[in-house]
């Protein structure tokens, strides 16, 4: 009757046993993501658990994962009321916002602006890639030079330069210098975002962690200074295009989303001030993940050297010598792409998305979760679900390649790391533009070779994106060094 199945579906969620005050705050560990999944080998993949005072339902695994976000997207669409988010963005971030009207018309200006500076015609699409390219030799003479100095570095603070030079170079039309130093200063926090964002962060569920001096407080402090310099370092750019802004020119991507939102201001659903905002979450989002994809492959080329040598002759017998490679030579380059996915996939980076939180009662799984629920979505446990993968522990380009030895698009598919559904990542094509370039001009330039006594371990700290920890390498010249021209 009405009545059981009723009763049935509002059952409580499965979960561990939770603490007074803390819940299970403190059986997360320094790895979320895995304390997550070993959860769901006990409590099944839909389960919940209590954070500080907030209930929190975490999903794993493909088959649960895909029925939330695809099937029920615009009830897994909303993102909690975090005491965090309000400091991104001034408040106005459309990543940080939750469901709404203004949330959606925020991403499509967004998307459309992303859309028109890297694909929307062919012009746009060969001016990035040029970007892309000039960025990618500088980082090429800048690694050889470190290595000269100093033969072993660690690479993570030019991986991020160089990332963040694309995205302000599409944003601002104009990069900043390895040796910028106001740039450099900003770049070399952006760590501290991440760790306060990312799903498992304490701060948001235990407020009360702000009222006396310990690390959480701190890390919340920086966070939020982080933030107002961030924010303060944009608006400042925008300021100068909104001085010089002529309506029949768009230079870049600033002035796309001023011409969108001053045309839209009619309908005084977004303000002018949404325009600083879109732009600090374009560049927010498109700098810490591509460098951070970055840095595992130079780890991961320098810890599997055979990988590494194969990929070299594959790009040497199809590009040649006396040229950088080129995005037209992909179709020919599927090792490569195996290698970035294996890459997302094994690391998986982000491996909890950015918080979400229902919008509405929905059932996944046969479980009730009511409206206004925060939820995690733990993209490892798909990237490593047993029912997925063959070894899913073993780091393997080529399991990506067919018979043929072409790409499997049907198992890079089942790759999760940009998310899915309504709040799925919308940079993930220029993402993955600039991380085949950037590697593929990188292997064609450079070998390689890990610090002889590191053990390359791959450690790494959690955040909302997963870094490597303590590992050096050095680069050297394959041939001869060749620039954008
Ligand atoms: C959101 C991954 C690059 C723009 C996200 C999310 C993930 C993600 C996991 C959260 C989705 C969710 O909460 O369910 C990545 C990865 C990247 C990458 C792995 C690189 C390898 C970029 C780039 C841009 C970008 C280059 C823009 C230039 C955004 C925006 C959102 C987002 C604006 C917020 C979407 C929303 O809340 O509606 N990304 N991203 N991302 N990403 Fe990316």
Redesign the pocket.
Known sequence: CLWVRNLKLKRRLPGPFAWPVVGNALQLGQMPHIAFTRLAEKYGSVYQIRLGCSDVVVLNGDRAIRQALIQHSTEFAGRPNFVSFQFVSDGKS??FTNYSKQWRMH?KI?QTT?RAFSSANSQTKKAFEQQIVAEATELVETLLELSAERQYFNPAHELTVAAANV?CALCFGKRYGHDDVEFRTLLQRVDQFGQTVGAGSLVDVMPWLQSFPNPVRSVFKNFKCLNEEFFAFIKNKVEEHRESFDPAVTRDMSDAILGVISRADGDAELSESYTEATVS??IG??LD??ST?LHWIVLLLAKHPEIQTRLQQLVDRVVGRDRLPSLEDRAHLAYVDAFIYETMRFTSF?PV??P?STTSDVTVSGLHIPKDTVVF?N?WSVNHDPLMWKEPQIFDPSRFLDENGSLDKDLTNNVM???AGK??????Q??KVE?FLFFSILLHQCSFEKCPNQDFSLNCSYGLTLKPLDYKITARLRGELLNSQ
Do not use: E, K
């Open positions: 459309m990543t991403r967004a992303i995205i979450d374009l989002a498109g993940t591509v994809a982000v998305t950015i979400h979505i993209q790391i940009f998310s709040r799925r990542c919308i940079g993930d220029i993402a991380i």
